[in-house]
């Protein structure tokens, strides 16, 4: 089923993003592959789950009474959990004004070890941050595609194909020509 194949895929994204992550999981945050349009719409390394359910309000015309309570619970449950990931990421991004780190920076001939631990530790912090994201993600998709019909999930992909691929247009239209282009 295309469904099943296109879930299955999002799935193997979210396993080379998890690789990525071991490797540097500073790509993630800054990808050099996305334009700086499409940069600019990052939330921890990728778009955030409450776009799938603006996606699926625009894409799907007809939902249920019943699904239409089902997508506002789930909405809730995304935003509120969408708050405690940005607060985590908060939390790292004020650590990198740590006394610690900024003794990095001032120290001419520093120890390395030094270094290097505090860069492990920030390192794991937002690969921690990132796997947060990126499981609210696919739990968000998850939800939403349980909650729709089989075509009204299609619609929702083909939407979310549609979107992926306008920014990605976009984006490479203003790096080639300029932003006022």
């Known amino acids: 089923m295309v469904i099943e194949q296109v879930l299955c895929h ?3 994204f979210l396993e080379e993003k998890s690789n990525v992550a071991n490797g540097d999981v500073f790509l993630l945050f800054s990808p050099p592959w996305l334009s700086a349009y499409e ?3 990052l939330w921890i390394g990728d778009y955030k789950p409450s776009l799938i359910l603006r996606l699926a309000d625009c894409a799907v015309k007809s939902f249920t009474p019943e699904q239409r309570d089902k997508m506002e619970r789930v909405r809730d449950e995304t935003k509120r959990a969408e708050r405690e990931i ?7 991004q004020e650590s990198m004004a740590s006394p ?3 003794a990095l920076v001032r ?3 520093g120890e390395i070890t030094e270094q290097e631990l505090a860069l492990r530790g920030l390192k794991e912090a937002l690969k921690k941050v990132s ?4 499981a609210l993600r696919a739990s968000t998709m998850r939800k939403v595609v349980e909650i ?3 075509p009204q999930t299609v619609q929702l992909l083909a939407a979310t194909m ?5 920014v990605r247009k976009h984006g490479l239209h203003r790096d080639e020509v300029g932003p006022s282009g």
């Open 131 to 134: 796997e947060r994201g990126d």
């Open 162 to 166: 549609r979107f992926q691929m306008r």
């Open 39 to 41: 940069s600019s719409l």
């Open 107 to 109: 120290e001419v001939d």
């Open 10 to 12: 999002y799935q193997q």
């Open 100 to 102: 610690r780190m900024l």
């Open 148 to 150: 729709l019909s089989p």
């Open 86 to 92: 940005s607060e985590a990421m908060a939390s790292v």
